[in-house]
């Protein structure tokens, strides 16, 4: 009789648990889709063929921050970094509660048996991961700046780490820098993934094979790129 009651007070516990997690998430893509439909209407920016959002925060990894409150924001991918991570890749956010440092491992990607990881843009605890990663790992690059973000973070030093980021003309300087210099790597990688008239394709990954997918993930979504200081 003990070990019955032991045992169906556990699965109550499951049981609330997983409703209290399914609530969450339900009110996590709620928040995200109406913060990301606002940012999607937005007029964006073109540099070298390449989107930016000019109402959003760049780390030089690749990674944008959308700040919502005085200490929390939400994170994803910015249209170079998810053309380069490519639409057969998979994106695993830390799990939530995880504590992340701005510059360390935020994520892992992981395409064709080869992974990468992905820095943050900013110190602080995830208190959110995208719910529809699971089901739509290609979400990011369908839609990095709307429904494809990856993770939500609760961050006390925000507006001190924010100075750290790029925006504005400046981040638009770093943008092209980062095209000539991947222009470079892409002809030496792949013989050219770059169409007619200069424009890059879609889906960047599609043209490299796994030691090139590798290598150019690790200098421009990695450490070496995290050191661009304008």
Do not use: C
């Amino acid at each position: 009789m003990v070990v019955i009651l032991v045992l169906l007070t556990f699965a109550a516990f499951v049981a609330v648990d997983l409703i209290r997690e399914r609530r969450r998430n339900a009110a996590l893509l709620q928040e995200g889709e109406s913060v990301h439909s606002a940012l999607n209407e937005m007029e964006p920016q073109w540099i070298s063929g390449f989107e930016l959002k000019p109402t959003l925060a760049y780390h030089p990894a690749h990674l944008w921050v959308h700040r919502v409150s005085k200490d929390q924001g939400y994170v994803g991918l910015d249209d170079f970094a998810r053309r380069l991570v490519g639409a057969d890749a998979s994106i695993s956010p830390v799990a939530v509660g995880t504590h992340v440092h701005q510059g360390g491992t935020t994520a892992t990607v992981r395409r064709d048996g080869s992974e990468t990881r992905l820095l943050s843009p900013i110190s602080g605890e995830v208190i959110g991961v995208n719910p529809r990663l699971k089901d739509e790992p290609d979400l990011p690059f369908r839609d990095p700046y709307g429904a494809g973000w990856l993770f939500k973070i609760r961050s006390p030093r925000l507006f001190a780490e924010l100075p750290n980021l790029l925006s504005g003309s400046l981040a638009n300087r770093w943008m092209q820098d980062t095209i000539y210099r991947f222009r470079h790597q892409l002809v030496l990688a792949s013989g050219s993934v770059i169409q007619d008239g200069g424009e890059p394709v879609e889906d960047i990954a599609s043209a490299l094979n796994d030691a090139s997918w590798r290598r150019l993930t690790g200098e421009f979504l990695g450490m070496q790129q995290s050191k661009w200081n304008g």
